[in-house]
């Protein structure tokens, strides 16, 4: 499993009014996922500090043995034994798309 960033940045959707989004094209294949994640995944693994893309990715490998839902299962649990569910920090969302084959 590759880790790739997107090629552009920018804002948050739904922020501002009459905003322009880049766009690209990313080609699957059978077999791969495709994470789409809000910014509050920085602080489910590591607490205070923030985590970076890099970080994420690393943390995307050490566990890509799993199927998707084992996975997003695991970082389920994981969150929930370093921040607890009844204080959050951050909202969380995750959305995995994955290539059948």
Request: proline residues 4%; contains cysteine.
């Amino acid at each position: 499993m590759a880790v790739c960033k997107p090629r552009h940045r920018g804002l948050s959707a739904g922020h501002f009014e009459n905003q322009h989004f880049a766009e690209g094209t990313l080609n699957l294949s059978p077999g791969d996922r495709l994470f789409l994640f809000t910014d509050g995944i920085e602080v489910v693994f590591n607490g205070e500090q923030i985590i970076d893309s890099q970080q994420w990715g690393e943390e995307l490998q050490r566990h890509r043995h799993m199927t998707t839902p084992a996975m997003l299962e695991h970082f389920s649990n994981q969150m929930e034994q370093s921040l607890g569910s009844l204080a959050p920090k951050d909202d969380l969302t995750i959305i995995v798309v994955e290539m059948q084959g």
